[in-house]
């Protein structure tokens, strides 16, 4: 077992080329994830954050080879995820799973419940007959739902019950990170608030590490220890959870945080953030938030920022902290 994160990404990049016209010549490539790095501890949650559209899912899935990145290097455990061929990933699913935003087409509708989080069970050879159906009734059980459910099907069940169905089945395998892709967003408040400690006490009792991917920035302070935020491909600020709301340094994220909407009625109404997201077919040059940017500088559209840290665990890329000390074994995400 490594000593190291759990998990490390270096570099990661994952490009879609695209085609225009009846001879599909190629028109450029959008950069979904452009050299992204960060890594999660066992144990640990890690928020990616980001309006839509920012490569956060992507990244997610890039890491778990759900899709193929084209550059850059993830290691789980010490293990290079990218050079495993398809017998190594598929016994490294069993450390890694993934939870989706929508329980709903995620889950087979002609499977019933039992056979969906035991499915992986039998297929790997772990349990079966008597011993598989204990374990389902077990899991099914730790996530809140009656093991008497598991002969139905996910129609007959509400989208709180749907998502703890998704998780149940992340669950069975018993893995030690999960990517949670917006997982919560599509659930009403107080059912959010549910799961949000749901995973919280399976993080504690499993020692699980979470990627939590969302765009919702009041979950992100109730689950996440850091939080990354991503913009047109690229992470440009990272710092534990705390720092980054009480001290945001990029322009970026001092935006998300003022167009976050408060759950307080006599806070100040949120702001909106100025402009769209820029096609990341054709990003503006230099720093790609300088359009949208209430603090750009000259020299701002046509060079891009360098890494700085500002503090343990606080890294920004924004040339207003371009002389902020940069300690070279320190520069980490
Ligand atoms: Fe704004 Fe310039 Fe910083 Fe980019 S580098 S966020 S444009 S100040």
């Known amino acids: 077992m490594s000593t ?44 990616l954050v980001g309006e839509s559209g920012c490569g956060k899912t992507t990244a997610g899935r890039a890491v778990l080879r759900l899709i193929e990145p084209d550059a850059g290097s993830v290691h789980f455990d010490g293990q290079d995820v990218l050079a495993l061929d398809a017998g190594g990933l598929r016994r490294l699913r069993r450390a890694m799973q993934i939870v989706f935003q929508d329980p709903y087409s995620s889950l087979n509708p002609r499977m019933t419940i039992g056979n969906m989080v035991g499915e992986a069970l039998k297929v790997h050879g772990i349990a079966s007959g008597a011993e598989l159906g204990e374990r389902v009734a077990r899991i099914l059980q730790r996530v809140g739902l009656s093991p008497d459910f598991r002969n139905r099907y996910a129609h007959e069940f509400s989208g709180g019950q749907r998502q703890r169905i998704g998780i149940a089945r992340a669950l069975a395998m018993a893995p030690r990170f999960i990517v949670c892709d917006e997982a919560v967003s599509a659930l009403d408040v107080s059912i959010q608030a549910q799961m949000i400690n749901l995973l ?20 992100v302070r109730h689950i996440a220890g850091r939080v990354a935020v991503m913009y047109l491909g690229k992470i440009v600020e990272t710092a534990p959870t705390d720092e980054l709301f009480d001290n945001p340094r990029h322009p970026y994220t001092r935006a998300l945080l003022e167009a976050n909407p408060q759950p307080d009625p006599v806070a100040p109404r949120p702001r909106v953030l100025q402009g769209d997201v820029p096609s990341p077919l054709t990003p503006p040059p230099g720093c790609a938030f300088h359009p949208r940017c209430p603090k750009v500088m000259a020299h701002c559209d046509r060079q891009p920022p360098g890494w700085a840290v500002v503090s343990p665990g606080h890294g920004v890329s924004c040339h207003l902290d371009e002389n902020a000390y940069i300690p070279a074994k320190s520069v980490t995400t």
């Not at 919280?200 to 979950?219: G, M, P, S």
Request: aromatic share 8%.
């Open 4 to 47: 190291g994160p759990l998990l490390e990404v270096r570099d990661l990049a994952k490009h879609f080329r695209v085609r225009r016209g009846l001879l599909g010549r190629a028109a450029g490539a959008i950069k979904a994830v452009d050299g992204v790095s960060f890594h999660v501890q066992a144990g640990e949650t890690l928020a």
């Open 200 to 219: 919280k006490d399976l993080q504690d009792e499993y020692r699980l590490a979470y990627l939590f991917i969302t765009h919702d920035l009041n979950v």
